[in-house]
């Protein structure tokens, strides 16, 4: 799998000629176990692609570092941002969108970059955000456009929580 490949191996901000977004993070201490977990989840998410969302084998799969926390999610949290979701909602996001491609990733201090093909990057910035990641910290390039995006919601989880 081309991607699988791309996620342990293109880790020094590889980019495409166009056609691709960059998943900026900045600011964060823990950069580079966000991005472990974050880059271990899509490789979970990849090679199990057969898995049904709904399936309770992704708490076991996936990093204990995003699932731990995302369990400590209620109903409230994911009402006022929006960003926020279940794991089944995470993986059946990520199952349903097909033309992309994780070009390479790449650590600078206190954070990171990813770079994809195609749309990836709002959908799966869950799994990112929801380890204790202000959506302040995190924002989306259209490089063809030279675009960047910031993330809001109603309130953003970490301004009055944080997970353990």
């Not at 090679?47 to 400590?72: A, F, M, Y």
Request: aromatic share 12%; with cysteine; charged share 30%.
């Amino acid at each position: 799998m081309i991607e699988i490949n791309n996620i342990k191996y293109n880790i020094k901000g590889e980019k495409p000629t166009k056609g691709y977004e960059i998943i900026h993070v900045r600011g964060i201490s823990n950069a580079k176990e966000v991005l472990e977990n974050f880059k271990n989840a899509v490789m979970v998410i990849l090679r199990n692609k057969s898995l049904s969302d709904e399936d309770s084998k992704w708490e076991k799969l996936l990093p204990e570092g995003i699932v731990n926390k995302i369990k400590q999610l209620d109903d409230d949290n994911k009402k006022y941002d929006e960003l926020l979701y279940d794991i089944d909602s995470s993986i059946y996001h990520f199952q349903d969108l097909k033309d992309w491609e994780w070009y390479s990733s790449l650590e600078v201090e206190n954070g990171f970059d990813i770079i994809v093909k195609g749309d990836f990057s709002a959908r799966f910035v869950n799994f990112i955000h929801c380890q204790n990641v202000p959506l302040a910290n995190i924002k989306i390039v259209n490089a063809d456009k030279n675009e960047y995006y910031e993330l809001k919601t109603f309130k953003d989880y970490t301004t009055y929580k944080t997970l353990k």
